[in-house]
């Protein structure tokens, strides 16, 4: 059974910096592209950043380009993502998600599993 746990959200001012897990278990994380996305309320899922298996391959969200960082560390099982200069439009729920592929992918339908998401709230 896959799991996804997201942590490390939370309340902060414009300006401020988040870094966010996911722990993930149940697939072969090592060979499995990895994703963030956010929802915010009354608005569709969008994709937020990417990597391939081997980290060597990042994709951004035009949004975020810049301020957040993805990164995954396979001997953990664990996702990252860096969020830097963070913005009020920014808050969402944030979602990890994995894809059984290899290749990172920048769309909602090209990932097969799923976390609940952590709560990122950004004050202006």
């Known amino acids: 059974q896959v799991q996804l746990v997201e942590s490390g959200g939370g309340l902060v001012q414009a300006g401020g910096s988040l870094r966010l897990s996911c722990a993930a278990s149940g697939v072969t994380f090592s060979s499995s592209a990895m994703g963030w996305f956010r929802q915010a309320p009354g608005k569709e899922r969008e994709f937020v950043a990417s990597i391939s298996w081997s980290g060597s391959s990042t994709y951004y969200a035009d949004s975020v380009k810049g301020r957040f960082t993805i990164s995954r560390d396979n001997a953990k099982n664990t996702l990252y993502m860096q969020m830097n200069s963070l913005k009020p439009e920014d808050t969402a729920i944030y979602l990890c998600?994995?894809?059984?592929?290899?290749?990172?992918?920048?769309?909602?339908?090209?990932?097969?599993?799923w976390g609940q998401g952590t709560q990122v709230t950004v004050s202006s």
């Open positions: 998600a994995a894809r059984t592929g290899s290749v990172a992918a920048t769309t909602v339908r090209n990932y097969n599993y």
